[in-house]
């Protein structure tokens, strides 16, 4: 049942990733700015005046807001771009020696992605979204990928002898995912309060991301891949564009900010959750994922 939380003249921020559309209020956030850096390794709080000195982080698991808000963005434009399961691939690339070098790794795959456009054209245009992982601190860098053929009009297989043609400096393997969650969860973790056998997996991939330098990006993506649309209207407006293109409502997300008014009451948010009619997720699809990506 809603809410009712959020008014017709209410400020929203709408987000559509691929068929589903999340609306938050925003009327009461506060958007200006908090901060402002300055000369130096330096910034000043502007509501204090005090100057404060930046803490230079040395991996991605110092800054967790930073790493959860990458995961969640990386989440979203796989999700964008999952259109038909049978159109893409998802792929693990290994070194024979351990690479620690960042930008090598990414120039090998580079490579790797001109040699397979090149000589593997079967099913048309390949788009990648790719994340670097390290084992532990003895190991080196290795690469997980997910392959996007969409405008294929068939089904994609990848011989196995063309990956390894492609891919010249260790060992590789290719998979097609069951169901579209095992693509949503191939390149981003979460993080569970117990860890056991079988969560144990993502919450190891949760601190291999942990331990990337900082600085390194936690993904790259090929220049045809689609991104998310994102921004606001009133919430009045918004109803209305989801009426009249078939958006039927979800399910919402309340939640209480800790600040309160000058009443004394605590500021209420809530977030929304649409998908398109025809489209309602299978059983199979539909059981709640309560972990977050770290």
Same mark, same amino acid.
């Given at each position: ?8 003249n209410?400020?929203v921020?709408?987000?559509k ?6 609306? &938050? ?14 000369? $130096?390794?330096? +910034? ?58 960042? %930008? ?10 001109? =040699?397979?456009?090149? +000589?593997?054209?079967?099913? $048309? ?5 790719n994340?670097?992982?390290? %084992? ?5 860098? &290795?690469? +997980? ?29 290719? $998979?097609? !995912? ?5 693509? =949503? ?5 979460h ?11 993502? +919450? ?8 990337? !330098? ?10 045809g891949i ?6 606001t ?15 039927? =409502? ?34 199979s699809?539909?059981? !709640? ?6």
């Amino acid at each position: 049942m809603k809410s009712s939380l959020i008014k017709p003249n209410d400020l929203v921020k709408v987000k559509k990733v691929n068929n589903q559309i999340i609306l &938050h209020n925003i009327t009461n956030c506060n958007r200006k700015a908090s901060i402002k850096r300055i000369s $130096g390794n330096r +910034h000043i709080n502007l509501s204090t005046g005090e100057i404060v000195e930046n803490k230079k982080t040395l991996i991605r698991g110092e800054s967790m807001r930073s790493l959860l808000e990458s995961n969640l963005r990386l989440q979203d434009l796989i999700k964008e771009n999952t259109i038909d399961i049978q159109k893409l691939l998802l792929i693990t690339l290994t070194y024979r020696k351990k690479i620690l070098d960042t %930008k090598k790794v990414n120039e090998d795959f580079k490579v790797f992605i001109k =040699y397979l456009r090149k +000589h593997f054209t079967d099913y $048309g245009e390949i788009e990648y979204i790719n994340t670097l992982e390290k %084992k532990d601190e003895n190991s080196g860098f &290795h690469i +997980h990928a997910i392959l996007f053929f969409n405008k294929s009009t068939r089904s994609v297989f990848l011989p196995v002898q063309t990956l390894n043609d492609a891919w010249k400096n260790g060992y590789t393997s290719v $998979g097609k !995912p069951k169901g579209k969650q095992e693509v =949503y969860f191939y390149l981003t973790p979460h993080l569970s309060k117990e860890v056991n056998e079988k969560n144990s997996h993502m +919450h190891n991939k949760a601190l291999m991301q942990m331990q990337l !330098p900082a600085g390194v990006n936690l993904y790259h993506y090929s220049k045809g891949i689609k991104k998310p649309t994102i921004y606001t209207d009133t919430y009045e407006n918004v109803k209305k564009y989801l009426k009249e293109n078939s958006y039927i =409502y979800k399910s919402e997300q309340v939640y209480k900010n800790p600040m309160q008014t000058y009443r004394g009451n605590n500021l209420y948010y809530c977030k929304e959750k649409y998908i398109k009619a025809e489209e309602q997720p299978k059983e199979s699809d539909s059981k !709640p994922h309560k972990r977050t990506p770290i």
